[in-house]
């Protein structure tokens, strides 16, 4: 009888060595990371990555996740209720507003916690979205090329960005005409655009000793949709989003409807009439 329960004893010791040696390690997201928050959305995906060591043994296995966010008081209170799983499950948190986290996992067997996995910190916040006014920047946003930034010479206050009261466009035509530029204030309508864009063609064409077709206009195409003539480049987002934003050719008079845009001018020999 002694035997057998000295026996069970070191078997008892070697089955709790081997639940203390159960890891659990949070991968993602790494601490201090910043995820940034969509233009429209009211909250980011976060997807949770880990890895568990000498998890697989024993018992009823489950992770547990905790999650915690800092009020605007400085006071950190739980986010939701614990949630459990099955390990090797992937997970993203969805739809977290703006705010400072924490979060840690908890190995659970049978009931029992037998290992916790670090805590990690992380926030979600607003990308810099340029305005043509002032605007903040926090120390983790990023800005784009271009901006006009102030900064306090006594180090005090945050930076400041905006979108130049005047800054150069530059918007493809072709392998014939180039690249136009010019310089356009947040009021340039795209009429005007497409003004200057009919002049520049017209010259590099001449120059360049090719027949200009009548009866070619141009449209002004972002995610192949046409930009009506009279919207802003404040209203089409121009500085930011002057990849999506194209030139478009049709015959003048054909309902404003365009395909993808693609340049083959040597073979369309297209060129664009102020219209």
Sequence with gaps: MKAFKWCLAVFAGCVLKCVNAQTLTLTHPTNQQTFFLSRWANGADVPLRYTTKGFDLYGDRRICWSIFRTSILGVEEAYGIPSCFDNHQELTVRALPKGQYRVFGSLVV??????????CGFQVMDKFWPSYDWQHIHTSQDIPAGMEVSMPLDGSGLKQARIPPLWRLQLYLGPVAGFLRMDVRRSTTVLQVKQAAAEHIMKRYTVKGVEVPAGTCVGIVKDEVVVPH?????????????????????????????????WDLSALRLVMMSH
């Design 110 to 119: 049978s009931g029992a916690v037998v290992a916790n996995s670090p805590s």
């Design 230 to 262: 009279t919207s802003t480049v404040e209203e089409v987002d121009w500085f930011t989003e002057a990849r999506a934003i194209h030139a478009g050719f049709q015959p003048c008079g054909r309902p404003p409807q365009f395909a993808a845009v693609t």
